[in-house]
């Protein structure tokens, strides 16, 4: 029966520490999603890791936002930024 328990909470335990991290993928998607309507263009997305000055230059940036923009369609939804 420990067994049992401690498998069940470290089963809750992952559980809520997946939930809290997609809240937090969730919130900061939310942040870059200005407008509200569930996507950010490419070159926004480009900007504000600019911004974020991870030291990465114009071309690095522009092959994350391409590779982050899956579907090619210009935007990075939530399910793409994940």
């Known amino acids: 029966t420990r067994k049992y328990t401690l498998k069940t909470t470290t089963s809750e335990a992952i559980g809520e520490a997946l939930s809290s991290k997609f809240a937090n993928m969730k919130a900061a998607f939310a942040a870059l ?5 569930g996507k950010v263009s490419t070159s926004e997305f480009m900007e504000i890791m600019y911004l974020l000055n991870l030291g990465l230059h114009w071309e690095q940036l522009h092959a994350v936002a391409m590779e982050a ?14």
């Open 33 to 37: 999603d200005s407008d509200g309507d």
């Open 69 to 82: 923009d899956a579907n090619g369609d210009g935007h990075i939804d939530f399910e793409e930024f994940l």
